[in-house]
C-alpha cells in the first residue's frame, strides 16, 4: 500500500536519512602494506647505490596514492524526504559521481535475510524500476529497512532462505 502526500504530510515527517558504506579496509591495509614493503626495499637500494631504488620508490608513492584512495572512496545512500528522492553517491563525498531516484520510481524495500551457521547475514535494498540498489550496511538491518519503507512510503518486502513474506510492513 502506498501512502499519498496528504498521509505522509500529516504523519510525523521524518528528516533526511543518509546511510554512508566504510572504506574499504582490506584494500587500505594490503595496498599500505605494499607501500611500507616497496619503501624498505627503495631505502635498502638507496644505501647500497642501486638504481632499482627508484623503481621501488616509485612504486612505494603509486601503492600509498591507491591506498589513500581506497580510504576515502566511500558508497552512501541518502533518502531527502523534502524532495522525495534518493541520491546515490559513489567516491570521495565532495567529488563522488551520484544518481537520484524518485520515490515514484520505487517499487519496494527487500530485506534479504540469510542465516548461515557462522554469523547471520542482512541486506536491505531499495528495489527500483530501473535496479536494485543496495544501501550499505548497518548494525540494525531491520529498523533500517522499516525506516526505509515508512519514509519512501514503499512496501517492505522481506526475503529469508526459508520463505518470502510479502508486506510485512502493513501487520499491526
Not at 3 to 20: C, H, M, P, V, W
Not at 123 to 130: G, T
Not at 156 to 163: E, G, I, Q
Request: aromatic share 10%; proline share 4%; net charge neutral.
Amino acid at each position: 500500500m502506498r501512502l499519498t502526500d496528504e498521509q505522509l504530510s500529516s504523519q510525523n515527517a521524518i528528516g533526511d536519512l543518509t546511510f554512508r558504506g566504510s572504506a574499504h579496509w582490506t584494500a587500505v591495509i594490503f595496498f599500505s602494506g605494499m607501500s611500507i614493503l616497496h619503501t624498505c626495499i627503495a631505502v635498502g637500494a638507496f644505501w647500497h647505490g642501486r638504481w632499482e631504488g627508484y623503481m621501488s620508490a616509485m612504486f612505494a608513492i603509486v601503492f600509498t596514492i591507491v591506498a589513500a584512495v581506497s580510504y576515502w572512496w566511500r558508497f552512501e545512500v541518502a533518502v531527502q524526504a523534502d524532495r522525495r528522492v534518493v541520491v546515490t553517491r559513489v567516491g570521495p563525498r565532495v567529488l563522488g559521481l551520484g544518481q537520484e531516484i524518485s520515490f515514484a520510481a520505487v517499487r519496494s524495500i527487500r530485506l534479504t535475510f540469510l542465516n548461515p551457521p557462522e554469523r547471520p547475514l542482512w541486506r536491505v535494498e531499495i528495489v527500483c524500476d530501473a535496479g536494485d540498489v543496495e544501501c550499505p550496511v548497518t548494525s540494525v538491518p531491520r529498523e533500517q529497512a522499516l525506516v526505509l519503507a515508512m519514509t519512501i512510503g514503499a512496501p517492505l518486502v522481506k526475503v529469508s532462505a526459508d520463505r518470502i513474506v510479502n508486506d510485512i510492513s502493513n501487520r499491526g
